[in-house]
């Protein structure tokens, strides 16, 4: 490893230049200033032909930043790019684009056009081509993409239209249209973040494939496993610099280390029993051809749900939080009855939801932090139908100050935010508040370690007050913020325990065996009633 911070002096260091003659592209101290905000600070580095580098760092290190200016959608302040020997300018995608660069961003709906199908998505570029092929007809599109299909080995409906396919599934339109262009550079951020274990091998071999084929591959990924099994080498940026640099193979302690900084690393926590029922879920269908499944929450802790993508648990979650109608099945709140007919009945009984996709059910990018944290508690900030603004922005200040969210203040947009920090405000919101019943799904999807490692301890420190149910498919994520968890397979609960009887590896073997196996009878595994 090589640091580029030294003991007594952690300011800008002069960056070497990195400009080699085997290097496909290179970054040349790099600043990027958005007005007084130094987003970058003199960054250079370079990736090889054939060549993984993963890039990494916490929320705000400048890793967005970085991989807007090599896409063309921002200009560095100064430095330059090299690309093949040759200084380059990207004053659009496309500029960067025509030289090789593809990117596949961490927002899974930039990558695909809703009102179109797969297949179209898959020849979008050559669909909106400059110069005769916008009439291209549906038999040569289906023709093209089944080329693209076969060549990737996709095993996608090419007729469906896109915005019917689950999250995982748009992902890999977007990710095999980029690989459909054998670029020179491909740029992956978080790829992973909505694919399946399947899914996510099947991207390996790509990435493996492409490798042997001399293409570089700029992979962004906040999941450490994935950095130690694909990289050759990794940057780490804090705070709009290189502070470190790794070599394979990787030693990812100190990589999180180096990540992090000052701020402490997630312990080990201790395992919780929660002291009383708040709410119970009796014989809810998951799926429609599954069996009934009942479980319950207890205030002091956190239950953890968790399995396969395609489980049952997002299916689950929206009974529970009235996006759809449990149509069996009983539900009790604070013992009483609870069946909400929609969101806003839900949220008038104490449920609240954090969503599966932050970019399509929680913000409006262009609006600014402090709507995003009154907007679902509009009732607590009015008065006689006006709203007190004062009092709105006040409420934000507090959410960004508690949970470290990293921006200029509540005017800020909340498109201008990495994801991490947009998840960290959009958690915050409800924490600050006392509710029934918090529901989380996927809350760390495509975050880095460091805001999961705040959002989890504030979970486990508000579930002493308020019961949280989470839901992730990583069984990393789980086990860290977890006292008891649930695994479902194929709509059903195959089995339950404390988290202090299981690690990841147990945890993954669980949810891919077979569903027929027994399941666990309720406190069967635990001893509770």
Not at 410 to 415: F, L, N, S, T, W
Not at 420 to 432: C, E, I
Not at 460 to 470: A, F, G, I, T
Not at 479 to 506: C, F, Q, T, W
Request: aromatic share 4%.
């Amino acid at each position: 490893m090589r640091s580029t911070d030294n003991e007594e002096n952690l300011g800008v260091q002069a960056a070497p230049s990195v400009l080699g003659v085997s290097s496909l592209v290179s970054f040349d101290r790099i600043t990027k200033n958005f007005g007084a905000t130094e987003a970058l600070r003199g960054v250079s580095f370079s990736v090889a032909a054939g060549e993984t580098v993963g890039l990494l760092g916490a929320n705000g290190a400048g890793k967005s930043t970085l991989i807007k200016i090599l896409a063309g959608i921002h200009q560095p302040t100064s430095g330059r790019i090299v690309v093949t020997g040759k200084e380059r300018v990207f004053f659009h995608p496309d500029d960067a684009r025509n030289a090789g660069i593809a990117t596949v961003h961490q927002n899974i709906d930039d990558g695909v056009v809703f009102g179109m199908t797969v297949a179209e998505n898959l020849m979008l570029d050559e669909i909106a081509k400059p110069g005769g092929t916008v009439f291209l007809g549906n038999r040569a599109i289906m023709r093209r993409a089944h080329v693209v299909q076969q060549r990737l080995e996709l095993d996608l409906p090419l007729t469906a239209v896109v915005e019917d396919l689950p999250p995982s599934r748009r992902q890999e339109v977007a990710i095999a249209r980029e690989l459909a262009k054998n670029p020179k550079l491909l740029i992956l951020d978080e790829p992973t973040s909505t694919l399946s274990e399947r899914e996510a091998e099947k991207l390996f071999d790509a990435i493996a494939d492409f490798k042997r084929r001399g293409i570089a591959i700029l992979y962004i990924s906040h999941r450490l496993s994935e950095i130690e099994r694909l990289c050759d080498r990794a940057v780490v940026l804090r705070d709009g610099k290189i502070v470190s640099e790794h070599t394979a193979p990787m030693d990812t302690k100190a990589i999180a280390s180096s990540i992090l900084g000052e701020l402490v690393l997630a312990t080990e926590n201790k395992t919780r029993k929660g002291y009383e029922t708040v709410a119970t879920f009796s014989g809810l269908t998951a799926l429609p051809e599954s069996s009934p499944i009942s479980f319950n929450v207890r205030r002091g802790e956190v239950l953890g749900l968790t399995g396969l993508i395609g489980a049952g648990k997002t299916e689950l979650l929206e009974q529970i939080c009235g996006h759809r109608t449990a149509t069996v099945g009983d539900m009790q709140l604070a013992g009483a009855d609870y069946a909400p007919k929609d969101i806003a009945a839900a949220m008038a009984a104490g449920v609240v939801l954090v969503p599966e996709q932050r970019a399509l059910q929680s913000i409006f990018p262009d609006e600014n932090l402090w709507k995003h944290c009154s907007i679902s508690l509009l009732s607590q900030f009015s008065n006689n139908g006006f709203m007190r603004r004062r009092r709105e922005i006040a409420f934000a200040a507090d959410v960004i100050q508690n949970f470290r969210v990293v921006c200029s203040g509540p005017d800020d947009r909340i498109g201008e935010l990495s994801g991490g920090n947009q998840q960290k405000l959009l958690v915050g919101r409800w924490l600050s508040r006392d509710w029934k019943l918090l529901v989380l799904d996927e809350p760390f999807r495509g975050i880095d370690i460091g805001a999961r490692s705040l959002i989890s301890r504030s979970l486990r420190e508000y579930s002493e007050k308020v019961p949280v149910l989470l839901c992730s498919s990583d069984p990393e994520e789980v086990i860290e913020v977890a006292d008891r968890i649930i695994i479902m397979l194929e709509g059903e609960i195959v089995h339950e325990d404390i988290s202090s009887n299981l690690n990841a590896e147990k945890l993954a073997a669980i949810m891919g065996r077979s569903s027929s196996l027994a399941k666990p009878q309720k406190g069967e595994l635990l001893g509770y009633d």
